[in-house]
């Protein structure tokens, strides 16, 4: 299957190039927001309102984080020899899921306590959508011909522009059909269930997200300045995954306190 060669540039405004990565995550940030508002006057576990006002709170968290994260866990050495690159090169990819969703939880942590709510059941809430922004960026990353996979004879291989001459997995698409659709039904499920209580949706979010994401990076070429942290299979992305099972247990199993009283 040959690449559809989609420019990752949506348009032009002015001069200025609007990139399809960047219109995901806005998109993202959006339809996240409706969702969350949609669920929370549905359950009534959090005021509707409490999601207007954290909504920046998400984004900076999103973006610094994520990017800060890149920077950390993915190319430090460069960025601290050349840091003026760590926020020209954001418009052009380079962000971390799990830099990410640890920008999310602190922004969240602060926006809970100043505001004096539940921030597992906000947390809950957030990860009910926060499948779409997955799904979204993955699709943008398959656009912008970013974070493909191992070489492959399997029919859905793709030959990317940049990947050489062979045919390789398109990850990006496993992961926004695993991380994405496949997560988003889940954690929605988890949220509805009769017996749920805080917490147990962020549990299964973080769970879930980090074993497809575990899954997929098998697949996966690894970042060509980092390798295989462990030959022939361990990669920086199944390292900085396997602390999300482990903090996913935990809100399930260890979270007694609210899983009796709630």
């Not at 939880?105 to 059941?121: E, R």
């Not at 996979?149 to 029919?155: L, P, R, S, V």
């Not at 030959?231 to 199993?253: K, N, Q």
Request: glycine share 10%.
């Amino acid at each position: 299957m040959k690449f559809p060669n989609i420019n990752p540039t949506a348009f032009e405004i002015f001069g200025l190039e609007i990139k399809w990565y960047g219109i995901s995550y806005a998109l993202g940030l959006i339809l996240a927001l409706f969702l969350c508002k949609i669920l929370s006057k549905k359950y009534n576990k959090v005021k509707e309102k409490i999601f207007d006002d954290i909504l920046i709170w998400v984004a900076l968290g999103i973006i610094l984080g994520g990017r800060i994260g890149y920077v950390v866990f993915y190319n430090f050495n460069f960025y601290l020899n050349n840091p003026k690159y760590i926020l020209i090169g954001i418009r052009d990819g380079g962000m971390s899921f799990h830099g990410g969703i640890i920008g999310v939880i602190i922004a969240s942590l602060f926006f809970s306590k100043l505001k004096k709510v539940s921030f597992l059941c906000i947390m809950d809430i957030i990860a009910c959508a926060a499948p779409i922004g997955l799904f979204l960026g993955r699709i943008a990353n398959f656009i912008n011909s970013e974070l493909w996979g191992k070489e492959t004879n399997f029919f859905l291989g793709v030959i990317f522009p940049n990947g050489g001459t062979n045919p390789r997995h398109p990850t990006q698409l496993y992961e926004a059909l695993l991380e994405g659709l496949v997560l988003f039904f889940l954690v929605n499920f988890f949220y509805k269930y009769k017996n749920s209580f805080p917490g147990l949706t962020s549990g299964v979010f973080l769970i879930f997200y980090a074993v497809f994401r575990i899954f997929v990076e098998f697949f996966r070429a690894p970042d060509h300045h980092i390798g295989y942290i462990i030959e022939p299979y361990i990669t920086t992305g199944i390292i900085l995954s396997l602390p999300m099972i482990v903090l996913g247990l935990g809100l399930i199993f260890l979270n007694d306190r609210n899983r009796k009283n709630y």
